[in-house]
C-alpha cells in the first residue's frame, strides 16, 4: 500500500498528533516500524519507477513527473516487481495512481490503451493514469477508459486548449478549489488541473468518492483472490493534491483538507485490512505499508494546508520534503506488517523501495534475471526484521544526487533555488558540497564538509561509480 506525499511525520505512529490514524497504527504496533526507510527519489514518477524496477530512476532520461499522455516508462519485456511475482503463480493487480506513463505516444484514449501495467506483469489493472491534478481525470481499467461513452470521445492535450470551454485561468469563479499556483487548465469538477481535454464526460472521476472507488477495487480483488496467492500494489491518491475528501471526513481533523486526507487514507488501510481479516488472511498476508515520497503542504492549491497546519510537522524531525535533497524528501513512513513472521518491534535498518524486487524474490523462490534490478539489493533479513543489518551504500535523488554511506550524507554540488518558490520547500541545493552525520544531526543543521575534506571526496568519488554502473 502506497501512499502519495505523506511524510515521516505525518501519521500517529511516527509522532503526529494531529491526526488520528488508527489503522496504520494498528499495522506498526503488530509489526515492524522502519525509522531509516526510503524513496528512491523525492518526487513520484522516478521513485515508483524504481520500486516497480529495482533500478535508480536517475539512471532513465525519461524517469521525471510525467504529464498524462506521457508514453509507458517501463517497456515490455522488462523484468519487474509483479512479473517476478506472477512467474512464481501469484496473481497481480494495481489499483490506484499509476504516473509511469501510458501507450506508444500520440494515444488514442478512445482505444486500446497498451502499452500498461498488463504488459510488465500485471493480471488487472485500475488505475489513475497520471495523478489527481492532471488530465485525463479519468479511470482506465486494463487497456480501456472505464465508463467511455463513444459518442462522446474523450481528447487529452498538454500544448493548448482542445474547445471553447472555461478554464480555471479564464474563469476562475467557476473554481470551488482556487489554484495557488499552476492548474489554470482544464476544470473537472470544480477544480482546475493541468493540461487540457475534452469529451469523455460519463468517464470523468468524482474527487469525492475516489478513495472509495480505488478501496472497493483494492478490496474485491482480494476478496476474488482469497483463495490463491496475490500481490497487490494499492497505490492510493490520498494524501496528494487536490485533496477534496469525502464528506464523511471533512471535519475529521483541525487541520483542513490536508489533515482530513490522511484521515481518509487511513481509512482506506483499514478497508483493506477488514477484507485480509474477513477471509482468514491478516495474520499470513504480508503487508507494506509506506509512502511515494516525502510531505508537502502548498503543492498548487489553496487548500488552508498551510493556514492550518498548528503543530503538526509533515516531516517531524527531518529537513525538507517533497522536492528536497535533505531526508525529509525521501525518507518516509514505512511498516511491514506480517504477525505469522515478523515480530513487531521498530528498526533503524538503512531500506529502500528499490531493495523489494529482489527481496520478494529470494521469499517467492523467483529467479531475477541477470541484466534486471540492477540496483535492488536483497534485504529480506532486515526487510522482515530477522537482522538489523541494512543497505551501507544508498543513493537518494532530488534536484542533486546524495549518496548515503551508513549514517553519513553526502549530497552533491547543484545549481538551482535553496527553496522552491511554490510550496516553499527547503529544497537544499547548493554549489557546494554538503556532508551531514545523521547519527547526531538527523536534522542536517551542521554541514561537515569543510572539517572532513577526505571523506568528502572519497563519497564523491563512490557516488560517481554508482552513477557510471
Known sequence: MLAD?????????????????????????????????????ATCTPSRYSL???????????????????????????????????SRGY???????????????????????????????????????????????????????ANLDPADPLRVDYKGPLDDSPTAKTHPELLKMQSSQGHNMTIVNGIGRIGYMSGGRKAIWDDETM??????????????????????????????VPRWPNPRFRNATDMGPRGNAIAELDWCAGKLMEALERNGLLENTLIVFSSDNGGVL??????????????????????GGKYSNFEGGTRIPMVVHWPARVKPGVSSALVSHVDFLRSFARLTGAAVPANAASDSEDLLPALLGE????????????????????????????PGAKTDPGTNTELGNDPAPQLYD???????????????????????????KIRNL
Not at 495512481?97 to 486500446?112: A, F, I, M, Q, R
Not at 480483488?221 to 494524501?239: G, Q
Not at 545523521?438 to 560517481?464: F, Y
Request: aromatic share 8%.
Open 211 to 240: 478513495a472509495d472507488t480505488l478501496t472497493d477495487r483494492a478490496v474485491s480483488f482480494v476478496e476474488r483472490n482469497a483463495r490463491r496467492p496475490f500481490f497487490l500494489y494499492f497505490a492510493t491518491h490520498d494524501i496528494h
Open 91 to 145: 496473481r497481480t493487480a494495481v489499483v490506484g495512481k499509476w504516473h509511469l506513463g501510458l501507450g506508444n505516444g500520440n494515444l488514442d484514449w478512445n482505444g486500446e490503451i497498451k502499452p500498461g501495467p498488463l504488459e510488465i506483469g500485471f493480471d488487472e489493472s485500475f488505475i489513475i493514469p497520471a495523478t489527481g491534478d492532471r488530465v485525463p481525470c479519468v479511470y482506465v481499467e486494463n487497456h480501456r477508459v
Open 298 to 319: 502548498d503543492d498548487g492549491y489553496k487548500d488552508d494546508a498551510v493556514a492550518k497546519l498548528g503543530s503538526h510537522k509533515p516531516n517531524g524531525v527531518l529537513r
Open 52 to 86: 516497480l524496477t529495482g533500478e535508480y530512476a536517475f539512471r532513465v532520461k525519461d524517469a521525471k513527473i510525467l504529464p498524462g499522455d506521457a508514453p509507458a516508462l517501463i517497456q515490455p519485456g522488462r523484468a519487474t516487481l509483479p512479473s517476478t511475482l506472477k
Open 5 to 41: 506525499d505523506l511524510g515521516y511525520g505525518d501519521t500517529a505512529c511516527y509522532g503526529a498528533r494531529g491526526v488520528r490514524t488508527p489503522n496504520i497504527d494498528r499495522l506498526a504496533r503488530r509489526g515492524l516500524l522502519f525509522t531509516d526507510a526510503h524513496c528512491t527519489a
Open 387 to 414: 537482522s538489523k543489518i541494512g543497505r551501507r551504500l544508498f543513493v537518494e535523488q532530488a534536484g542533486a544526487l546524495s549518496l548515503r554511506d551508513a549514517a553519513w550524507k553526502y549530497i552533491s554540488p547543484g
Open 438 to 464: 545523521l547519527s547526531s544531526d538527523l536534522g542536517e543543521t551542521k554541514n561537515l564538509a569543510a572539517q572532513q575534506a577526505d571523506r568528502v571526496r572519497a563519497m564523491a568519488a563512490q557516488l560517481e
